[in-house]
Structures are given as C-alpha cells and as structure tokens.
C-alpha cells in the first residue's frame, strides 16, 4: 500500500487513469468488462512512482501511438510530470497468446467442464502474470510499481492493444 503524506494524501499512488480513445478499437463486452474493473482496481489499490519526482499522487494517460505504449504521467491538476514511451515490440507475443487463451477460456466457460475451464484459465493467469513481469522490467528505472498494479497495467495495455 502507498504511503500517507502528513495530510493524508496518497503519495506514489495513481488517483486517475484513462485510457486515449483513439487507441481503442471496438472491442466485446468481455472486454470492455475487463476494462472497467482494471481501472477501477487500479485506483482503488496501486503503488506508482515516476523515478527521479518526489512521491505524491498522480493520473495516468495510456495510449498507442505508431506501435508504443505512451504513460502520460501529470499531477492531480493535470501539470506534466513525466511521458514515458515504451516499444511493444518485446510485449507482442505474450499479448497474441493471451488473446488466444482468452478466447479460448471465454468460450469454455459457456459449456465446458469445471477442470478444463480451470486449466484454462490457470494458463491465463500464468500468461497474465509473464506479462505483468515483463512491464515491470520494461518500466524499471523510469516508474516503481508492484505487481499488483502491474497485473491491472497488462491489463489496459491488453485493452489498447486489442483489434476487435
């Protein structure tokens, strides 16, 4: 959990995210339902600290632009602090399995039997989870953050990248 400042304000922790909807293609309601309760989660419990600020809260714009991950970090009021621009290039085959498992598992959950929606979806967490990871790694040195938040980040960055 984030620190409390003297006032009780958050510090390190994000305290607004949206998602750029030009970035976003026309997607199912599976999706949009994953959407919702990543950002939902995201805010409700994070830890996120642009490296080289003092710790405070912050909001966080996600976008694709020309095939990268855009974080557009600003202050409460929406004062710049930082934009961190990351390839999607090392993401792109995690991302394509995690489709894949994804439809795999929305489906099964309509008619297949208990062990095989749960073997499912134990591979989509394990895919979630590498993915997570490897945002983390991707952001080291430029934005602290845990593997939860991590976890609802992957999350969005999934959303962004989704086709329909």
């Given amino acids: 959990m984030a620190a409390k400042g003297e006032a009780g304000t958050a510090r390190g922790k994000l305290v607004g995210v949206t998602l750029d909807e030009a970035s976003i293609a026309t997607s199912t309601a599976d999706i949009e339902h ?14 996120f600290e642009p490296i080289g600020r003092d710790p405070g809260p912050v909001r966080l714009r996600l976008s694709i632009i020309d095939r990268k991950l855009v974080f557009d970090i600003t202050d409460p009021d929406g004062e710049p602090v930082v934009t961190h621009i990351l390839s999607l290039t090392p993401f792109r ?8 498992i994804c439809d795999s598992y929305y489906q099964a959950i309509r008619s297949a039997s208990p062990s095989r929606i749960e073997a499912i979806d134990m591979g989509r967490r394990g895919l979630h989870n590498e993915g997570s990871r490897l945002l983390m790694e991707r952001l080291d040195g430029k934005i602290t953050i845990d593997l939860d938040t991590a976890r609802r980040l992957f999350t969005l960055l999934c959303v962004l990248h989704w086709k329909g």
Avoid: G, P
Wanted: proline share 0%; glycine share 0%.
């Fill in 93 to 100: 085959r995690v991302v394509k399995d995690y489709f894949l």
């Fill in 34 to 47: 994953e959407r919702r309760v990543a950002i939902y989660d995201l805010i409700e419990d994070n830890v």
